[in-house]
């Protein structure tokens, strides 16, 4: 008798434990996905969360990751100063229109860890142009610097887009233009593919990351899009006088060919703030703005960082206040 009593303390015991590591942490996530755009994530409670990262797996044999990052504690002021654990995930135009699932990992200040999925979801066509281009033999030497001033240059740009600062949270608003007037017009799209065939047979594929804009006089203002830190200011071989700003943890919007830099390297800027002229330096055609929307590896569509916020608050608000709270151990 005394030994079963003890046997079904013991079960409740264990169960509760089973019940508590499953159902304290959920998973909350925008369910619209679509190539070259964004999705915020959230797991909610955070107690007890030590880190966090996440993977963004297409459901194909291997299940690829095309995108991985960290989230990093937020703070909804509308919705009672909850804090919740956010994930922002870019979708790369690159990233083929397929179902995917969002996986977080939790690792507990008690050592354990707790995976998380999302449903199985859809990956929506960004309708991005695909082009095959047929080279003649002048197309076949490519751009081939490789000098050590390059290769210390490519290292800086790394180690800036690198840089994940939880605090970093400047800027999680729509992105305003980086250019006025009315003359400009866009020159190139942001998700452009274009496939070179060499007359050898060889191919080479080129991905457009950015928006560009033409249209506009040299020197005309560059503005940055949203507020945040400059990261990186300099005059690069490939893409020119060239500005990165951070707005959010491992996110960045960054301004190619520019003529000049108006801005210092390591100092705060605000939205609509002038970074540089417009310009053609580095590889360029001509005078026109490369515009590049970066988060932790992925570069998506500005057009995304126009229409929506980096962060959708009152999606956020919505969400938390319609959750139970429940205590943690009640
Ligand atoms: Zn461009």
Redesign the pocket.
């Known amino acids: 008798m005394k030994g079963s009593i003890v046997f079904m303390l013991l079960l409740t015991w264990l169960s509760g434990v089973q019940l508590h590591a499953k159902s304290d942490y959920r998973l909350y996530y925008t369910p619209s996905w679509r190539q070259g755009g964004m999705i915020n994530a959230f797991v909610y409670p955070t107690d007890g969360i030590e880190k966090a990262s996440f993977a963004f797996l297409q459901l194909n044999e291997k299940r690829t990751a095309r995108a991985r990052g960290q989230g990093f504690p937020y703070v909804v002021k509308k919705a009672k100063k909850r804090e919740i654990y956010l994930f922002l995930v870019g979708i790369s135009a690159l990233a083929p229109a397929d179902r995917y699932q969002l996986e977080v990992s939790l690792t507990l200040k008690d050592g354990r860890e707790v995976v998380l999925r999302s449903d199985e979801l859809e990956v929506e066509s960004g309708n991005y142009r695909h082009q095959t281009i047929q080279m003649g033999k002048q197309g076949q030497s490519a751009i081939s610097n490789q000098s050590a001033e390059r290769q210390a240059q490519a290292k800086r740009f790394y180690a800036a887009l690198g840089r994940f600062e939880p605090q970093a949270l400047y800027d999680v608003g729509r992105w305003d233009l980086p250019v006025t007037g009315k003359s400009w017009y866009y020159t ?1 799209r942001y998700g452009a593919q274009r496939e070179f065939v060499y007359p050898d047979g060889s191919r080479s594929r080129d991905f ?1 990351n ?1 928006e ?1 804009f033409g249209g506009l006089a040299v020197g005309s203002d560059v503005l940055a899009v949203a507020d945040g830190l400059v990261v990186l200011a300099e005059n690069r071989v490939v893409t020119g006088y060239t500005v990165i700003v951070m707005h959010a943890p491992g996110f960045f919007s960054l301004y190619y060919h520019m003529n000049g830099i108006d801005v210092v390297d390591g100092t705060m800027v605000r939205r609509g703030q002038r970074v540089g002229g417009i310009g053609a330096t580095g590889f360029a055609t001509g005078p026109h703005l ?1 515009l590049t929307a970066y988060n932790q590896g992925q570069e998506v569509d500005p057009q995304w960082l126009f229409q929506h916020p980096l962060i959708n608050e009152p999606w956020l608000t919505t969400l938390l206040q319609s959750l139970k709270i429940s205590k943690r151990g009640s």
Do not use: I, V
Request: hydrophobic share 0%.
């Open positions: 190139s457009h950015g560009d490369h």
